[in-house]
């Protein structure tokens, strides 16, 4: 019913030579066409190399961040229709290490994706509870939060598609994986609220990526949990075998 779709953020690694040696390492790993949507979220500077690197394969392009501004004095911001132009599809958006790190907000993570959207780019809304909060808690009410400020103002018929990617802060690049229980049931509230905020169908077709340590050896059984629907993978897309494996999971029954 919903295609599997899965990203691999590279967040700030790989030079234009690297990029473009791990995409083509990765298209001869993976079937010209396959059941799954795939994703590379180099960094801005590789951008045009792999989009060269992955032409006639199935493997699609995403940025990992932009302005919300098509254009303008914003000193060192990449707007989204500059990534169209370079040949993105997706825009992976409210990161937690571009909360942590670069002040990111509910409130900009908003305007970002109107701005996506109106350059018919389709984003990756990332949400996802810190450890502290998990511990306390708050971790449906973090995340109900991240999604409605997120997606404030926004009606059914904004968009033909967006992508939540549901990160746990305590389990990226920390080798600590939600288990698949814990996140299904975070998958199975972002996906209510979705249906409060667009409607029942919308929230069926919408895909929700989990991310956080993902690798050859829990891809499947995060899989097979109803309510997700691919991975946004850091560290295990930065090379081309493992990421490929990932790719390549086994679907349950
Ligand atoms: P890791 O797969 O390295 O834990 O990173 C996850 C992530 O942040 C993807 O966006």
């Not at 303008?72 to 132009?85: F, H, N, Q, R």
């Not at 979705?194 to 919308?202: I, V």
């Amino acid at each position: 019913m919903r295609k599997p779709v899965i990203a691999g953020n590279w967040k700030m690694n790989k030079t234009k030579l690297e990029s473009i040696k791990l995409v083509t390492e990765l298209r001869n790993l993976i079937p010209r066409t396959t059941g799954v949507d795939i994703i590379i979220a180099p960094p801005f500077t590789a951008l045009t190399y792999v989009f060269e690197a992955i032409s006639g394969s199935s493997v699609t392009l995403a940025a990992q961040n932009c302005h919300w501004e098509d254009s303008g004095a914003y000193t060192g911001e990449v707007s989204p229709p500059m990534l169209k132009d370079l040949g993105c599809s997706y825009v992976i958006l409210g990161h937690s290490e571009r909360r942590q790190y670069f002040g990111e907000t509910d409130s900009t993570v908003n305007k970002k994706l109107k701005s996506v959207l109106r350059s018919d780019l389709i984003p990756i809304m990332c949400v996802g509870e810190s450890l502290e909060e998990r511990r306390q808690e708050k971790t449906f009410s973090v995340v109900e939060g991240q999604m409605k400020k997120g997606l404030a103002g926004l009606t059914s018929a904004d968009f033909s598609e967006i992508i939540i990617a549901y990160e746990p802060i305590w389990a990226i690049g920390t080798g600590e994986t939600a288990t698949p229980a814990q996140a299904q049931e975070v998958h199975q509230l972002i996906r209510k609220i979705l249906g409060e905020l667009f409607g029942k169908n919308k929230a069926v077709q919408t895909r929700i990526q989990y991310g956080g340590s993902v690798k050859p050896e829990n891809i499947d059984e995060l899989m097979a949990q109803e309510d997700i629907d691919g991975a946004l993978v850091g560290g295990a897309s930065l090379e081309a075998r493992t990421f490929a494996k990932i790719i390549n999971f086994k679907p349950g029954d």
